[in-house]
């Protein structure tokens, strides 16, 4: 588990979650005698197991005694991640202006090795201007004080920062050409936008293709996804779907390998990504 402790809360949850598991199935434990020995009930044992939900110190000693693990080594790693699972990640900084169900999702994305995006209505919110996402809250915030929607903004500028991490993901990213004649914000705004999306096209880490108009329609035709990939073994693909006020985590393999058949349909639809600096050009000329 060497280098576990760099990552964030919500992966260090799932990892040790699934490692409690591995051990509680190897020792034939079921999950009502794991739930009674931390004098809980089974679905608690199966929500720490999921990485859903925070670790007690105490609960994951007496998990450890049950399953038999004594070597005071091996228990004081598990303990220490527990009690690095429990700290706050820097999202939780803008916990009054995240809704629950994104806080997850921001901790999975600090964490991907590759992100890879399907938008259909607007840029995708790691490679959006200052203005441009002031423009895109206000959709959903505009009668929120003028304080919360600068926090929401500088939440989303916060989340930028991993791109250029020297251990950056991968981020490609197929965007609509729709989403790019959308002048939110106004021309100015947009101009600023399409300017960026031309800069970050120069990022090794960053892929950026373009659906055109005149593909007609095309594999994706449900709306925008979200696909996550991860370095550790223990965390599956994840599928992320955001809705008006929730979202889906979509992690079983056949939900996965279906979102995955269409963005790889979708790269195939879309112009190729080296001709994305000129299809921004040319819309930034007509903007």
Known sequence: ????????????????????????????????????????????????????????????????????ITDEEERETLLALARDANRPGWWHLYSDVMPTWLEAYVGLEEAAAVIRNYEVQFVHGLMQTMDYARSVILLRHADSPTDEVERRVELRMRRQQLLLREDAPKLWVVLDESALHRALGGRQVMRGQLQHLLDLTALPNVTIQIVPFASGGHAAAGGPFTILRFPDLDLPDVVYLEQLNSALYLDKRSDVEDYMGTMERLCVEAEPADT????????????
């Open 1 to 68: 588990m060497e280098g576990l402790h760099r990552r964030g809360p919500t992966v260090l949850r799932i990892i040790l979650g699934a490692h409690l598991r591995r051990l509680r199935e190897a020792r034939g434990v079921s999950r009502e005698q794991a739930g009674s020995a931390i004098r809980a009930t089974h679905s608690k044992i199966s929500r720490l197991e999921l990485g859903r939900t925070g670790f007690k110190q105490r609960d994951v000693a007496d998990l450890l005694t049950l399953y038999r």
């Open 276 to 287: 994305t600096p000129d299809i921004l050009n040319a819309i930034l000329r007509e903007t």
